[in-house]
């Protein structure tokens, strides 16, 4: 996503080093990591402190967004939702046939076209993108740890109370009502994605720590 605020702090970096410390274990080539959790829990930025660290040990990376592929643009969604119901709000609501399009271009090599919102105009803008060279594809998302192809799964731990006060800091939408039901929604879908996972995080928002 254009736009999206990223702070990378300390227990972003230890995290990342305890992940690139796993990784040593278990890496190949054309390898995928998927970051998965709650909204505001900081999926993006260990997203972001994976592919730093792993670059100074000469592997590339490269990082997708799922929430740049939700079928319906940012400008609509709201008005889907609440057409359809607090029911339509899940998984269903990606594309996932140009998620695994896109998984299967960099397995390939090839070249791929995949769209990129800009947070600022709520816009959906196309990225092209080459994935010839590239070792890691770094995948983050509500529902990420969902893939099947993925390598090596990390979940972010978050309350829901926690999602929300997340939510609220980073100014993404509106805190109504409706967008608290949305949360509570994706909250219990997205704690039923928790199985298989490598690695467990639960970043405390009051300390610079993290819990495994």
């Not at 410390?21 to 190949?28: N, P, R």
């Not at 119901?85 to 271009?105: A, T």
């Not at 990129?116 to 983050?140: K, M």
């Not at 192809?149 to 100014?171: C, H, M, P, V």
């Amino acid at each position: 996503m254009l736009n999206d605020k990223i702070t990378v702090t300390k227990k972003h970096l230890q995290a990342a080093d305890l992940v690139t410390e796993e990784l040593q274990k278990v890496i190949q080539p054309k390898f995928i990591i998927t970051i998965g959790g709650e909204v505001g829990s900081g999926k993006s930025t260990l997203a972001y402190a994976i592919a730093q660290k792993i670059k100074k040990q000469g592997l590339s990376s490269k990082i997708i967004d799922l929430d740049d592929f939700y079928k319906i643009p940012p400008k609509e969604r709201k008005a889907w939702r609440r057409l359809n119901g607090i029911e339509s709000v899940g998984p269903e609501e990606y594309d996932w046939n140009q998620i695994n399009h896109l998984i299967d271009d960099f397995y390939h090599d090839r070249e791929s076209t995949m769209p990129c919102v800009d947070l600022i105009t709520d816009e959906v803008d196309t990225l092209t993108t080459h994935f010839e060279g590239i070792d890691v594809l770094l995948i983050n998302g509500l529902y990420a740890t969902k893939l099947k192809q993925s390598n090596f799964r990390i979940f972010i731990e978050l309350t829901y109370d926690e999602t929300k006060d997340a939510q609220a800091y980073s100014g993404k939408e509106e805190m109504t009502e409706f967008r608290r039901q949305i949360l509570e929604r994706e909250h219990l879908m997205v704690q039923a994605l928790k199985q298989n996972i490598n690695l467990f995080f639960d970043f405390d928002a009051t300390l610079d720590k993290y819990h495994l």
